[in-house]
């Protein structure tokens, strides 16, 4: 059994060299699918020699077709072997270099089968990690999964099952390997990719443009709220001996220039009760008014309420 590593990538030399660092201590095989980065990360691959280098030439964002274009390339190796989903700012805890925490991973599971390890995010810095009664904590994902050969990803355009849904029926939880999580690590750089992602998302929805504009807040603003926060110290053990963290700088995140393309598109006057205007746009002034103002500082209580909310009063909502 071969261990591969798949991910996708697009302009991620922040921390990429870090990561397939990382990830070279554990891993046979390392995929990345590059879409279009124009930094340094196709030099930053060729670093690797575990690396095999895709170009994902595809303009628009669509998990299922890049999620299957890793699945079909791991597929090149023989074999029914464990194959690892993981972002470029997610690394496995270093236990998982001992052999038999390994072995223990992989006891009793069949092929088809899914693993599931908790996803620790690390918050604004290497050395803390969120750890109170946030969405951010004690929470598990499926990362990895024995390959049958066969089974592929439905298709969809975003938040999907980070392992074929199929895998899911046989999946099993893992205690003492996590995934490190370091997205929250550069804070300004993930507030900008969340402003994206609700523009990106801005365009799908079909509700009135007030009501999917709350949809989308309520929906991503648990990624910036530290209401009840409370942070633990990232175990030793956790990184040893991976090498330290050393962000590297780059000029401006390409979310950015991404954001201000949507927002040309769809209107500054049409995104007044979106949640993209805790950044100063160069180009577009901020013209909320003061109901709007209110509203967006004071997210936390929509949140609160959302949790109360039952499903199917929700369900409604995103209906209209």
């Not at 223990?104 to 996803?119: D, R």
């Not at 110290?233 to 979310?255: C, G, M, R």
């Amino acid at each position: 059994m071969k261990k591969i590593l798949v991910i996708p990538v697009k302009n991620e030399e922040w921390i990429l060299e870090y990561t397939l660092t990382c990830a070279s201590l554990f891993f046979d095989h390392i995929i990345v699918a590059d879409q279009q980065s124009t930094d340094r990360t196709p030099e930053i691959c060729a670093l690797f020699p575990k690396v095999v280098y895709l170009e994902n030439n595809s303009s628009a964002y669509n998990e299922g077709q890049r999620r299957q274009l890793l699945l079909d390339a791991a597929r090149n190796f023989e074999g029914y072997n464990f194959i690892a989903n993981l972002a470029a700012d997610e690394i496995f805890t270093a236990n998982i270099l001992d052999p038999a925490a390994f072995d223990e991973v992989l006891a009793n599971a069949e092929i088809g089968s899914a693993f599931s390890f908790q996803w620790v995010q690390l918050w604004k810095n290497t050395h803390s990690y969120r750890d109170d009664r946030s969405m951010w904590s004690n929470l598990y994902r499926p990362f990895a999964f024995i390959d049958d050969r066969k089974t592929n990803y439905l298709p969809g355009f975003a938040h999907l099952s980070i392992v074929p849904e199929a895998y899911m029926e046989n999946a099993k939880q893992i205690e003492n390997i996590k995934v490190l999580h370091y997205q929250f690590v550069d804070f300004p750089r993930m507030l900008m990719k969340q402003r994206w992602a609700r523009l990106l998302e801005f365009g799908k929805y079909t509700q009135p443009k007030v009501l999917k504009s709350m949809i989308l807040n309520n929906k991503y603003y648990p990624t910036k709220d530290e209401h009840a926060i409370q942070l633990a110290e990232v175990p030793k053990a956790w990184t040893l001996p991976y090498p330290d963290f050393i962000k590297i700088e780059t000029v401006q995140s390409w979310h950015a220039d991404a954001c201000e393309k949507f927002i040309t598109e769809y209107k500054p006057k049409n995104l007044r009760w979106l949640d993209i205007w805790d950044h100063d746009w160069d180009m577009f002034p901020d013209e909320r008014n003061v109901l709007q103002r209110i509203y967006h500082k004071h997210q936390y209580v929509i949140l609160i309420l959302n949790k109360i909310i039952p499903k199917w009063v929700k369900k409604i909502i995103k209906g209209i």
